[in-house]
């Protein structure tokens, strides 16, 4: 087994700047729930590390997080694949934690919990934040250019000593697209 990390907003679901505060703003980006299931088939460990911050700021409660995250996972188990945990930042980022991202918190939170090693995992993102955050910890970060994604790019291309290697970064559309190729790649990541 290997693990395989992705980020929420802007990589699984549509991304909003008002915050994803319910089920009803939660909509999956086409193709990226049979994405996670293929993944998962292959043999991934997936897991979810997602910032949301939204809590703290008080737009949303724990409860209104559990059923986006359940119906997520039940998305997933419908399509035959399986997320093995969701892993969130409640913080605001005053607060200074360690979890948010680009912080790496939840990636060790992730390791301890599943008890596999995330050294080297692929962690699939939109933003600067994941993939600063994978660096840190020696992940191997990938782009999606969903979400934040082409924002992204753009300010990599503009100010590429953001990241280690900004150039050789691994860019896809979409999560669908990142999965395929991983797929296709095959056992040699697992
Ligand atoms: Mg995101
Ligand atoms: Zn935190």
């Excluded at 549509?14 to 980006?29: H, K, N, T």
């Excluded at 998305?75 to 607060?95: N, R, S, T």
Aim: net charge negative; glycine share 10%; hydrophobic share 40%.
């Amino acid at each position: 087994m290997a693990l395989l990390i992705l980020d929420r907003d802007g990589v699984i679901n549509q991304d909003s700047a008002s915050y994803i505060r319910s089920l009803e703003d939660w909509i999956p980006i086409p193709g990226s729930i049979e994405a996670i299931a293929a993944l998962s088939q292959v043999g991934f460990t997936i897991a979810i590390a997602t910032n949301q911050s939204g809590l703290s700021r008080g737009y949303f409660t724990i409860d209104d997080l559990e059923a986006i995250h359940s119906t997520m996972v039940r998305l997933v188990e419908e399509q035959g694949g399986h997320i093995a945990g969701v892993f969130y930042c409640p913080h605001h980022p005053d607060e200074g934690c360690e979890c948010r991202k680009p912080g790496t918190g939840l990636l060790s939170a992730i390791e301890q919990e599943l008890g596999e090693s995330a050294t080297d995992a692929f962690f699939i993102g939109d933003s600067l934040k994941d993939l600063q955050a994978a660096q840190t910890y020696g992940c191997k970060p990938v782009l999606v250019k969903t979400g934040n994604g082409i924002s992204t790019l753009q300010g990599l291309q503009a100010n590429p000593t953001e990241l280690i290697n900004a150039d050789q970064i691994l860019v896809y559309n979409n999560l669908a697209e990142a999965a395929d190729a991983i797929v296709m790649a095959g056992s040699r990541f697992l």
